[in-house]
């Protein structure tokens, strides 16, 4: 494989690059017939509707997200997106949503656009201190997961690991939920179970796994794994599938032996989800767009597993085209909203995230450097024009209960920006922001993060 079709491959399994999503959700109540509508009109029913936000700052008070509770509601599980992957606005209000969840709805875990095995490691820093944070990140968040090294985000892990300081028998969890790479640790920890509770099969796994784990860093290792042909990624991800399914078809032990089995196969499926993501062929179009669907399912299987084994309420961070619902876009299929819709129902809800105008930090659509971009004013005829009118410059909008003029407005789409990890990009996105999420926060402007990786 050429060094640009690895680049692809990896571009599109580890980061999407800005696809739009468009999606029923539950209650949203689309009108069959309606007037023509001006934007006036459009703006002063969302004026009336919203409900002001006061800061995005993580550690101002939590009384203006008491209607977004409302929102919320019982669901399991709430997606919030972000319109770029690079704007420290989005992360610090993703700070606050988690603050405001955890502490007046009862949720436990956040769960990240990241690869398993790194929130592994994470979640052992959040719950017992183990290791350093800052290490942690600069060898986890790697290649396009760069874009996690951010002040931001670790500001919220390290708010994690203070609350839990704080309420030790009642903790937040952490977890990765991504298949972009599987480090080290994890085929440690399946080799070490095995051999403690299974010697029998140590032999058969230890080589199943022989010269697959990572022996350089998370970047090195993913370059060199994209440049093997793709015969030999195919018998990667065959010998991966063999050791889950013998670890699977083990019957687990009752009680804390019983619980580290099932951990352990999951660790096995997640090597597995790599191996087999790379061993899709990039320089077919028909397979990466399967490639696609595949990932954003392996995305939502795994939340819902750690929302089956853990029992907690989730916060699940992704970008906006992850945690909607369908998309319109043939390249992904399937998004990992609604592959959680699916199995969760009602339990699923959707936030996106609009901005007017502001910065971000995004990959060089050539060099892959990181650099900071800015957009201007969102244009006459988007959705984020007319979302910017009402007087309030921050606001949420439940997009299921909006008055009626609203809804029939989200149902149509419309040009948004939709940025990915990479810039600049020449699709246009044309979204129903209506039938995409159930509920949107808007922000009148947005600063870019502080990288603090080399890019």
Not at 212 to 234: G, I, K, M, Q, V
Request: aromatic residues 10%; neutral net charge; proline residues 6%.
């Amino acid at each position: 494989m050429t060094p640009h079709k690895a680049a692809v491959l990896s571009s599109a399994l580890l980061l999407s690059l800005g696809a739009a999503a468009v999606a029923t959700p539950a209650t949203a109540g689309t009108p069959r017939h309606s007037a023509v509508l001006t934007a006036t009109d459009v703006a002063d029913a969302i004026e009336r509707s919203a409900h002001p936000l006061w800061t995005t700052d993580p550690g101002a008070g939590l009384r203006d997200l008491h209607a977004l509770g409302g929102m919320v509601g019982d669901a399991e599980v709430v997606g919030l997106g972000e319109a770029t992957h690079g704007s420290r606005d989005f992360f610090r209000m993703k700070h606050r949503v988690l603050r405001y969840l955890v502490e007046h709805k009862g949720f436990r875990s956040f769960s990240l656009e990241l690869p398993w095995s790194s929130g592994v490691r994470v979640n052992e820093y959040v719950l017992y201190g183990k290791g350093d944070l800052e290490r942690i990140a600069r060898e986890e968040f790697q290649g396009s997961y760069r874009m996690w090294h951010n002040q931001d985000y670790l500001n919220l892990i390290e708010w994690m690991r203070a609350y839990n300081r704080h309420h030790p028998t009642d903790p937040v969890r952490f977890m990765g939920n991504d298949l972009g790479y599987a480090g080290p640790e994890l085929y440690e920890r399946v080799t070490d179970q095995v051999a403690r509770n299974h010697p029998r099969l140590t032999a058969r796994i230890t080589a199943l796994y022989d010269g697959l784990a990572p022996t350089t860093d998370a970047a090195t290792y993913l370059e060199r794994y994209l440049e093997l042909p793709l015969a030999e990624r195919e018998k990667r991800a065959e010998r991966t599938l063999e050791a889950y399914r013998l670890l699977r078809a083990l019957r687990p032990a009752p009680g804390p032996a019983g619980r580290e089995h099932i951990r352990t196969v999951q660790h096995a499926k997640a090597i597995h989800q790599m191996a087999k993501a790379y061993a899709y062929d990039a320089t077919d179009e028909a397979q990466v767009t399967e490639m696609m669907k595949y990932r954003d399912r392996v995305m939502a299987e795994n939340v819902a597993w750690w929302h089956r084994h853990t029992g907690d309420r989730i916060l699940l961070s992704a970008h906006n085209t992850h945690v909607s619902y369908d998309s319109f876009d043939p390249r992904y299929p399937k998004t990992q909203g609604a592959f959680l819709r699916d199995s969760l129902g009602k339990h699923y809800v959707s936030i996106g995230f609009s901005f007017h105008s502001g910065a971000f930090k995004a990959f060089g659509a050539d060099d892959g450097v990181i650099r900071t971009h800015r957009v201007d004013a969102a244009p006459p005829g988007s959705n984020e024009h007319t979302l910017d009118r009402p007087r309030q410059r921050d606001y949420i909008l439940d997009m299921r209960t909006a008055p009626h003029s609203v809804r029939t407005w989200l149902s149509k789409p419309r040009p948004t920006y939709n940025i990915g990890a990479g810039w600049p990009d020449p699709v246009e996105y044309r979204i129903a922001l209506g039938k995409a999420h159930d509920i949107l926060i808007h922000l009148n402007d947005i600063e870019a993060t502080t990288y603090l990786g080399t890019p």
